[in-house]
């Protein structure tokens, strides 16, 4: 069965630092893989998804992803944490053969000033 | 435009009770999704609606849960004689069809406490 990986229930990064949010998968096959984001309070949002494309996608807010077979990975990066990037990231997969997303635990990133 | 909605956004009930969880998806969106998410997880997979069929309902946890969405449109979660397990927040996404590639919009979910 398909599953999700998030390597760290809370991620800590001061302002402005690079921010790493990890993403493991197991599937036997390519899956589409997806971001979202939910801030405090709001509904989940999308970030960015591969859909076997590009490896390397951008998304809103100035996420990125890189989608890494080898190493069935699809972290989520940021090059300079912003305040407003304090909430929960969760990583999805939608296996090929069903209409299902499998999510991950969740990661809450927080910002320190 | 107006984005998913659900109703109630919070639900406080009693062990044995009947809940009914509505979501009003956006306009033209064909594929319906719940879920459920406990604290401190991700959100479950329970069921997936094309049109005003179930194309997916192995997530339903037990024959306590049904959902329906007899227009194509709102769809409705029903709990029946509900159990402090089923505490959680109930979420429904909608998208503009089932292609499993595309994005989901998510509704601010239901938060359910069974007492």
């Known amino acids: 069965a398909q599953s999700v990986t998030q390597l760290g229930s809370h991620v800590s990064v001061s302002e402005g630092a690079l921010v790493l949010l990890r993403c493991n998968y197991s599937?036997?096959?390519?899956?589409?893989l997806f971001w979202y984001v939910q801030y405090p309070n709001q509904g989940l949002q999308l970030l960015l998804k591969?859909?076997?494309?590009a490896t390397l996608v951008k998304g809103i807010n100035g996420f990125e992803a890189e989608f890494k077979k080898s190493e069935t990975s699809f972290h989520l990066t940021k090059p300079s944490a912003h305040m407003s990037d304090a909430a929960e990231y969760f990583c999805?997969?939608?296996?090929?053969?069903?209409?299902?997303?499998?999510w991950g635990a969740g990661t809450k990133l927080i910002i320190k000033p | 435009g107006a984005g998913v909605s659900q109703t109630p956004s919070n639900k406080v009930t009693e062990k044995g009770k009947y809940v009914e969880l509505r979501c009003d998806p956006i306009?033209?969106?064909?594929?319906l999704y719940w879920y459920r998410q406990s604290l401190g997880q991700g959100p479950e997979f329970l069921i997936y609606?094309?049109?005003?069929?179930?194309?997916?309902d192995s997530g339903l946890p037990n024959d306590r849960f049904f959902a329906v969405r007899p227009e194509g449109s709102v769809s409705t979660l029903k709990i029946q004689r509900t159990e402090r397990g089923d505490s959680a927040v109930y979420l429904c996404?909608?998208?503009?069809?089932?292609?499993?590639?595309?994005?989901?919009?998510f509704g601010p979910g239901t938060r359910l406490t069974v007492l």
């Open positions: 306009s033209g969106h064909t594929a």
């Open positions: 609606f094309q049109g005003t069929g179930a194309a997916d």
């Open positions: 591969y859909t076997s494309a």
């Open positions: 999805a997969v939608s296996d090929r053969s069903n209409y299902q997303l499998i």
């Open positions: 996404a909608s998208s503009t069809s089932g292609a499993r590639h595309n994005e989901q919009f």
């Open positions: 599937s036997s096959v390519p899956p589409y």
